[in-house]
């Protein structure tokens, strides 16, 4: 059976209607939201342990990187702009 190319597209127009970047687009909230982030109710679930050593790692990488370029000013102008 094949879907096709319209029929593939409305697949994904369905699936990612409902999609936030806040939520799915965070690795750390979308494994809390699909219930895997405890460690002791799922051992041994590799994609959940090694993609968190990445987002932690980038995550301090990209902080130290935009406090070193922008330092102070990015934090005021999140403070009172946005």
């Not at 590799?46 to 370029?69: C, G, P, Q």
Request: with cysteine.
């Amino acid at each position: 059976m094949q879907i096709g190319y319209c029929g593939m597209f409305n697949i994904i127009r369905t699936k990612y209607a409902d999609w936030k970047i806040t939520e799915q687009g965070n690795l750390v909230k979308d494994l809390a939201l699909r219930g895997v982030d405890d460690v002791e109710a799922l051992p041994g679930y590799h994609y959940r342990d090694d993609a968190l050593l990445l987002w932690h790692a980038m995550d301090k990488y990209i902080s130290s990187v935009v406090n070193k370029v922008y330092g102070m000013s990015i934090r005021f102008y999140c403070q009172f702009y946005v």
